[in-house]
């Protein structure tokens, strides 16, 4: 007969104690079974030790997370987190330099258990480390000659004690004094600072811009960008990440009418050519922290356009820009009044303004008042007649020149495809929390909106001589452009001139075979016999795709841990047993290079157990984290085991093809059906494929039995 659920079979160690088999009543209360424990070994006062898990975190177990402890679990007794938290407390004050170093260090390892920080904090720990920061080090800094290692430790493990403290979101970040904070920006200023202090000091200053207006003034008031931009400069990509993330938070948290003197600032300091040549063209390769970042400064820099984008022009206004436009295309100077009738300068502009291709002939500021793209396009078409003149002159030249319905109309394209463009690129919309799609190319010119338009308005004009187009086929134009755009940047260019040798591989031509080949793969054959055939076959492709996806929940997943800092770098893995019934996870020091092996994941959960799967908005981490729970992809990444009666096994996946692999893993494991897009696609490229190969003519071809001999490898390889 099996041992009932609620009780546990664990191993608890004692240092200097052999470690004790014993079972746990999950009935009973905690306090009742540490004093078994310590009645075992003889130990007094029962109620100043804690249980904690013997494992990497050495996490607390309590009334709250004890239904985690599984059968098997190795726990330690310990001291208690209230006993812990007041023995540090006094170590980090001590007079003793080594006494200090170690018990800082000891409490920037604890720190990230809630159960001791929450301790630690209520004995008003985080106001001692800011105090020790903020005088402390005048003291320490006495003896760095002597022992430079030894202040740069424990400056570093002051600081990582009070993040990790503060990432458990207990105290406001809104109570710390400007003092505190000129202190944190000191560190960041001075030229040479030890690498972790400097690394935990951008940490900081990137915490308290995002999480208090208050704090973000502060903060801009002590760091310049030019301060900043020394640390781009290094070697170390962890600080040019943190370096980056706090420009990064300055910009996101600034008032929008500095935002763009910010961003002047950023090209006054060339920041831009700075983060080129020091990160996207260093050796290194760019992690995906760093990605994010950069993908982060493209997305904010790119939505400065949006006050422009949704702009309308006055049509009574602005017209400069127009006469501009036509001065440079025409070659002619703007008629003084008495220049002729009106009537005939009318009749002059109006057909200028056709040849301009404007949708109103008459009054062409008219076709600006739509919003978006609104003031951008009249930006960007400018910008091209007064940077790429010859182009600009060429373009309007040549269609002015077709008949009217052969002719490319640069106006009406150009607002067109600024708005193509601005919905390519997302401009306007807040950066993802999880997207790492930066290109590296809009990080080589000043101007690369302005230089990405100028490129796409001249394949536009290519694409419509290729296609002949008239002005009804306007629309097919623009969806075909947007198609060599958008297949054009999935190779990530490294520069506009790569970006533009892509695109001329890239005709109306080639668009042709490529849209063929994909009809080909996907065609879908419609007569009753096929359709039977398909039916048919499903079933079998089905359990294919069925154990393609449980082996890979055989082989597993790292998944990040769920935190409200990005860099925490906390993972922890998760597989099936291969034979499909229980899932062995726990928790990693690092990302693994690999799989992990079930014996190093401590924790279990039986298949049986399971009750259910639950993704976005229903998982209960999406409805407890306020800030996940309003970003869509992470919704769309969110997943949960739901086990017993209320327990939960939360998951975000590291991306949507590891999300669709585990959810319908886990799914074929409860015997319901495998729902998405992946399976879909998988579903009918292997029917296809099978119907092809079923449907071939092989009459009168023999098919060998056996598969042919492998040839010998040749001499000259």
């Excluded at 679990?73 to 006094?90: C, D, K, W």
């Excluded at 809009?442 to 796409?456: A, G, L, N, Q, Y």
């Amino acid at each position: 007969m099996p041992p009932p659920a609620d009780i546990l079979k664990v191993a608890i160690e004692w240092p200097g104690a052999f470690p004790k088999l014993m079972e746990i009543d999950q009935k009973k209360p905690l306090s009742a079974i540490i004093k078994e424990v310590c009645d075992g070994w003889q130990l007094p006062n029962h109620e100043t030790y804690a249980l904690q898990n013997a494992d990497s975190t050495n996490f607390y177990i309590t009334e709250k997370n004890r239904n985690n402890i599984k059968n098997g679990s190795i726990l330690r007794l310990t001291t208690s987190p209230a006993q812990m938290a007041m023995q540090l407390y006094e170590r980090v004050q001590s007079t003793s330099l080594d006494m200090k170093l170690d018990a800082l260090k000891e409490l920037a390892n604890s720190s990230r258990d809630i159960t001791f920080a929450q301790e630690f904090i209520n004995l008003d720990g985080i106001t001692l480390l800011v105090q020790m920061v903020e005088s402390g080090t005048e003291r320490y800094q006495k003896l760095q000659k002597m022992m430079k290692p030894c202040f740069g430790e424990m400056l570093s493990f002051t600081l990582t004690a009070f993040v990790e403290l503060m990432d458990h979101g207990i105290i406001s970040w809104d109570t710390f004094s400007v003092a505190f904070i000129k202190k944190i920006a000191s560190f960041v200023c001075k030229s040479s600072m030890d690498s972790a202090v400097l690394q935990r000091s951008l940490a900081i200053l990137e915490s308290m811009v995002l999480n208090s207006q208050d704090l973000y003034q502060k903060v801009a008031q002590e760091i310049t960008i030019g301060q900043l931009l020394p640390h781009l400069q290094g070697m170390d990509q962890d600080i040019q990440t943190y370096t980056i993330a706090v420009i990064n938070a300055l910009f996101l948290k600034a008032p929008e009418e500095k935002r763009q003197e910010m961003a002047h600032i950023l090209a006054q300091k060339q920041l831009r050519s700075i983060i080129l040549q020091n990160v996207i063209r260093s050796t290194k390769p760019i992690n995906d922290e760093m990605a994010h970042q950069l993908y982060m400064l493209q997305v904010l820099t790119f939505n400065l356009l949006e006050d422009r984008m949704m702009t309308k022009m006055d049509p009574q206004d602005q017209r400069d820009i127009i006469f501009e436009l036509r001065r440079i295309a025409f070659d002619v100077e703007c008629e003084s009044n008495n220049s002729g009738s009106i009537e005939k300068r009318k009749s002059m502009y109006t057909r200028d303004y056709k040849k301009l291709g404007f949708i109103n002939h008459v009054n062409p500021a008219v076709d600006f008042t739509q919003i978006p793209p609104g003031m951008l396009a009249l930006d960007n078409m400018l910008y091209f007649a007064r940077h790429h003149q010859d182009s600009y002159i060429r373009i309007v030249l040549e269609n002015s020149s077709r008949e009217d319905k052969h002719e490319c109309p640069f106006g009406r394209s150009s607002i067109e495809l600024t708005k193509m463009l601005c919905e390519i690129l997302k401009v306007g919309e807040l950066p993802s929390e999880n997207c790492h799609d930066f290109h590296p190319m809009f990080f080589t010119h000043d101007r690369s909106f302005e230089e990405f338009f100028c490129i796409c308005i001249q394949l536009l004009n290519k694409t419509w001589k290729e296609m002949r187009a008239t002005s009804e086929d306007f629309n097919k134009v623009m969806q075909v452009v947007r198609e060599q755009i958008t297949r054009a940047l999935t190779v990530k260019p490294n520069s506009l001139d790569q970006f533009k040798s892509r695109l001329q591989n890239l005709s109306y031509t080639e668009i042709l075979k490529i849209r063929q080949s994909e009809r080909m793969n996907q065609e879908d054959f419609q007569s009753r016999p096929i359709l039977e055939l398909r039916e048919k076959i499903q079933p079998e492709i089905m359990e294919l795709i069925k154990q393609q996806r449980l082996n890979r929940l055989c082989e597993g997943t790292c998944f990040r841990k769920i935190s409200s800092r990005r860099r925490q770098d906390k993972f922890w893995y998760c597989r099936l047993s291969p034979n499909h019934k229980v899932l062995h996870y726990g928790d990693l020091e690092e990302s693994p290079q690999g799989e992990v092996p079930h014996d190093s994941l401590q924790d279990k959960l039986p298949v049986a157990d399971i009750k259910a799967v639950v993704t976005g908005k229903d998982c209960p981490h999406m409805k407890e984290k306020g800030a996940l729970k309003q970003n869509k992809e992470v919704l769309e990444l969110a997943f949960s085991i739901l086990y017993e009666s209320d327990e939960y096994l939360n998951f975000i996946a590291p991306d949507k093809h590891e999300y669709c692999m585990w959810t319908d893993g886990l799914n074929a494991l409860l015997g319901k059906e495998m729902t998405s897009e992946f399976t879909r696609s998988d579903l009918d490229t292997l029917l296809n494929m099978e119907m092809k190969l079923r449907l071939l003519d092989l009459e009168n071809i023999q098919i060998p039995e056996a598969p042919p001999p492998i040839p010998k490898e040749p001499t000259c390889l």
